[in-house]
Nanobody, 123 residues
């Protein structure tokens, strides 16, 4: 089993930046692809970004592409999501998740989930 704990959320002004972290314990983290998802109030959970087990492959949702970076440090069992030029529509609870099927955008491929960290972007 993989336990995931997100951190780094908070209140930021539009145009600002945040780096979210997700610390993992157990469950062979270094061999799993990892993803970030988010859920805004009243909306469905949506994919944000994912990274392969070795960090060599990354994918992004279109609205964050070009202003976000995903990375991982397998020695620290941690995955990061750097988000720049934040917009009010980025406001959501951000979840990291561990995949059972590689770095995909489909939440059904992710078998372990953290509790989430809230990101609020003010205009």
């Amino acid at each position: 089993q993989v336990l995931l704990a997100e951190s780094g959320g908070g209140l930021v002004q539009a145009g600002g930046s945040l780096r979210l972290s997700c610390a993992a314990s157990g469950g062979a983290f270094s061999r799993r692809a990892m993803g970030w998802f988010r859920q805004a109030p009243g909306k469905e959970r949506e994919f944000v970004s994912a990274i392969s087990w070795n960090g060599q492959s990354t994918i992004f949702e279109d609205s964050v592409k070009g202003r976000s970076t995903i990375s991982r440090d397998n020695a620290k069992n941690t995955v990061y999501l750097q988000m720049n030029s934040l917009k009010p529509e980025d406001t959501a609870v951000y979840y990291c998740a561990a995949s059972d099927r590689g770095a995909t955008a489909d939440w059904r491929d992710y078998v372990y989930w953290g509790q989430g960290t809230l990101v609020t972007v003010s205009s």
